[in-house]
């Protein structure tokens, strides 16, 4: 029976973003990755306007995390206290293709660590893997102005993926990350009408639009998750309605949400099962959910949440 | 697709007779397009405009129903392709495979083990809906007593898997007062599966390899007379599926293409338990009306049903959490009291973080329509009175010995107001709750 067609009159399409960056383009990098790309939404249309393979960027913490649930920590038991030697066992073992290094060390209600710190961090990290980097400050406006202009500078040329900015804190670290040849995480609390207003403040700058990805904070399943999927979906249309202030590829964090909520690390909770499986399990579901909304970059931390997650993407994108 | 009063005009008789109280056809016509009068107030309209009248008023995506009870299940009536538009109407319903090889104490013991995957999550009750009973012995009376065994020892609806059109029909015999989804009919045998669906009174899974395939075989199973259909696109790898069902719903809700216009199943049998709960929840998000599973995990499905829950969930409409106190831990006349206000993701963001700090606690919940603290502050939903009267409600005075009141760091401002309200001392919390922890052990306990 002939079946009609369905004929989407999309007009835009989701910027490509490169990160890292080789020896031929001035970084150490020895591999780079490119997310985005999309050109109608998750499943839609045809293959060939699927995004590019969305990427899963593991966390290393820029100092010892003191709240880990033990299922969490568990296979990162011998490297949490070294940054670098974190970011090989994310690479060798459990296969990254890109690292995001969270300077929570750094934030004064935590261990108040200075920039000299999270600079010598950053550069045993760079040294210790060849994936490109996500340089993300810990959350504190005053602190991380501070900081990680300190961080952009000793990863210049390295075409890291810095943020995040916010739109009433955005000024200090969009300038640096010009000028050290960044890409820049604009940030915005499930608010579109922010999102486009961060993206538009970061390009009055003179930052490029297509070297920004926007993070549009993220809800762990069953804590929030749905308006980060509706933000998601919405943003995706209208990059594909051509609006070119929401055109860039999203990033969400999935680790640190997920492993915040009680299903991931209560362990007393007769008839949920083990909580060894169920933390793992809620985190690599809470990624897929935001991948069916359409997301580029997915932060996350237990590695076989990463295998679960990995082995969906490869299904689709293969 | 309704019709456009213009559309409809064309079709009355167009003599101005006036017998339906209007005092024109056109008049009458544009009053039927808002719904406003009924077709049967015209005594002349043709046969033919009936018909053609009350398919255009059918919905896009048909409801299909089985099951009974509790667990009489509807799928499908889906009316958009994404949740912002429109809530999504009929949440997909998780079953789980049980093999027509078990018998005796095995059998049981599945049944059992699918009857128990029910959880309470947020004050909800969330499961496991149905059971699919698969003809895997390739036996006509095993199948049918697999599938009477299962409604005995089962709430759940049934769902009846087979390929084999006599066995679909014994076991249907057996059960069809719990009104059974029969599964499957494909191309070659269509007419037989259509007549059992009839006969029975139950919904018909279609099952083909193409788009294509599928609209055909809907067409001929609905000439049976069975219209009740849920469909199944035969394809093995994920991808192919997930892109299948997508353009599945764009044919059934743009373009009003009749013979998709069904729920859908899928059927997730492969992989370990981790493997089938990250497919299940990409087909939950992406328009499964069903999917059913063969992993009995209770970790697998608490994802699951969370998934169907949170995407289902109406985007107009706040969560919110019942207001009263919600004591965290163990906690006693000397714990700590603060409030935060009753949407959902507000609660349970501070309930979290009461609960990471490890300190016994009380939050009182203040109504505030579900909306978080600063957009409730802003609205006049969050004020020294609303506090003061949930404070009073919920007689926290016996609660605690002290006097001391916690507050959330972004409405500092109405402190002085509160306190003489109250009678109570203040204490300004922290802004973001994640500081709550350390407030709680460095402030709170000094």
Sequence with gaps: ?318 | MPLTGLEIFKLLPKTNCKKCGMPTCLAFAMQLAQKRAKLEDCPDVSEEAKKLLAAAAEPPMRKVVFGTGDNQLPVGQETVCFRHEEKFHNPTVIGVTVSDKLTGGDLKKRIEAINSLQFERVGTQLGVKAIAVMNDSGSVDNFAAAAATVKQSSDLALLLISESSQAIAAAAGKTKESVPLLASAKPDTADEMAKIAKENNCPLVAKAESIEQLSELTEKIKAEGADDIVLCLDVPNLRDRLYNLSQMRALALKKVFRPLGYPTISFVEDGDADQQAAQACGLICKYSSIVVVDTVEPYAFLPMLTTIMNVFSDPQKPVQVEPKVYPIGEPDANSPLMFTTNFSLTYYTVESDVERSRVPSYILVVDTEGTSVLTAYSGDKLNEKTVADAMAKQNVENLVKHRKLIIPGYVAVMSGKLEEATNWEVMVGPRECSMLPKYLHEVWKN
């Design chain 1, 1 to 318: 029976m002939p079946v009609p067609e369905v004929a989407d009159s999309f007009t835009g399409s989701v910027n490509r973003v490169t990160l890292g960056a080789t020896k031929d383009s001035g970084g150490t990098r020895t591999s780079t990755v490119t997310v985005g790309g999309a050109r109608n939404v998750v499943y839609g249309g045809s293959i060939e306007d699927a995004s590019e393979k969305p990427v899963i960027a593991m966390d290393v913490l820029d100092a010892k995390p003191q709240d880990w649930p033990d299922t969490l920590a568990e296979p990162y038991k011998d490297v949490l206290d070294s940054p670098g030697d974190w970011a090989k066992k994310c690479v060798a073992e459990f296969g990254a293709e890109v690292i995001c290094l969270k300077f929570d060390g750094i934030h004064p209600d935590k261990a108040d660590l200075d920039a000299a710190h999270a600079v010598k961090v950053t550069e045993e990290v760079l040294k210790a893997v060849g994936v490109p980097l996500v340089l993300w400050g810990c959350g504190n406006d005053e602190k991380d102005n501070q900081v990680m202009p300190k961080v952009s500078q000793i990863a210049k040329g390295q075409n890291c993926l810095i943020g995040t900015v916010k739109e009433d804190n955005y000024k200090a670290l969009t300038a640096i990350a010009l000028a050290d040849g960044h890409n820049l995480i604009t940030q915005a609390p499930l608010d579109i009408n922010i999102a486009k207003q961060v993206n538009i403040l970061a390009s009055d700058m003179g930052f490029p639009l297509e070297r920004i990805v926007t993070f549009q904070a993220t809800g762990a399943l069953g804590y929030g998750i749905e308006y980060a999927y509706s933000i998601q979906e919405r943003q995706r249309l209208a990059a594909l309605g051509g609006d070119k202030m929401m055109a860039m590829p999203a990033i969400c964090d999935v680790g640190y949400e997920s492993w915040r909520v009680k299903e991931a690390k209560l362990a007393d909770a007769p008839g949920w099962g083990d909580v060894k499986n169920r933390g793992p399990m809620w985190e690599a579901t809470t990624a897929i959910c935001l991948l069916q909304a359409g997301v580029d970059i997915i932060r996350m931390r237990h590695p076989r949440a990463v295998a679960i997650v990995r082995n969906f993407i490869n299904q689709i994108w293969q």
